[in-house]
């Protein structure tokens, strides 16, 4: 079973951030948490992941709570074509590729 | 990023015949890949882990017989749908690791889509 739990949906205006919430109580401290977005008909495509620090890239922020219990994805200015489902991931073990991907979070991005 | 890619991104086959789908890492060697099947309006499902040189783990529920997933290079795994049904008809996805220096990443294909006739 996936270890994360997000809401199933979201909206967000174009040109405005978009914040998407995870839970993830039962991570362990080994345990690095991933976000993926898909797109209709698309495999996922890697958006960031994290230990424990906040993390950047050209994509996205994600904000790790200090418990490691929950963790917030950002992006920064949401366009028509971040439409989107977001899945958060517990990756199962420090050095495998296994991910349990749960329903995700699917967001629209409106004009 | 790393680039994964699958062949055929669609196949449409006949009901009891073999499609063989193919997975590849461009630009990096992996010698794990995972093979995951969607259906519509589902998230993914895991359905084995591919290992190069060695026998694949299937995940519980997940007949081996049916999805035979060779791994014979260190670029290359494949899964074979054998004596497809209609309701093999999904999207199927292949994911590797990517070594990186904040920690190994994996990177799914396009996907495959397969419809059984």
């Known amino acids: 079973d996936a270890k994360t739990t997000q809401p199933p949906s979201m909206d967000c205006a174009e040109g405005r951030a978009a914040n998407l919430p995870c839970n993830h109580s039962?991570?362990?401290?080994?345990?690095?948490v991933y976000w993926y977005r898909q797109i209709h008909s698309q495999g996922p495509q890697y958006i960031i992941h994290?230990?424990?620090n906040n993390e950047t890239n050209e994509m996205a922020s994600l904000i790790i709570t200090e418990d490691r219990k929950s963790s917030t994805l950002i992006l920064p200015h949401a366009t028509l074509r971040d439409t989107a489902v977001y899945y958060c991931?517990?990756?199962?073990?420090?050095?495998?590729?296994?991910?349990?991907f749960g329903q995700g979070t699917t967001l629209q991005v409106k004009p | 990023g790393a680039v994964v890619s699958q062949h055929p991104s669609r196949v449409i086959c006949k009901s009891g015949t073999s499609v063989k789908i193919e997975c590849r890492s461009l630009?990096?060697?992996?010698?794990?890949m995972f093979w995951y099947r969607q259906f519509p309006k589902q998230s993914l499902m895991l359905m084995a882990t591919?290992?190069?040189?060695?026998?694949?783990?299937?995940e519980q529920g997940v007949e081996k017989d049916k999805f035979l997933i060779n791994h014979a290079s260190l670029t290359l795994s494949t899964l074979t749908v054998t004596s497809a049904h209609p309701e093999d008809s999904s999207f199927y996805i292949c994911?590797?690791?990517?070594?990186?220096?904040?920690?190994?990443?994996?990177?799914f294909g396009e996907g495959s889509w397969l419809t059984v006739v």
């Open positions: 994911s590797a690791i990517a070594p990186g220096a904040s920690g190994n990443t994996i990177y």
């Open positions: 039962t991570i362990s401290g080994n345990e690095y």
């Open positions: 994290g230990l424990k």
């Open positions: 991931i517990v990756r199962v073990g420090s050095n495998t590729g296994k991910l349990i």
């Open positions: 630009d990096f060697q992996a010698t794990t």
């Open positions: 591919s290992n190069e040189g060695s026998k694949a783990t299937y």
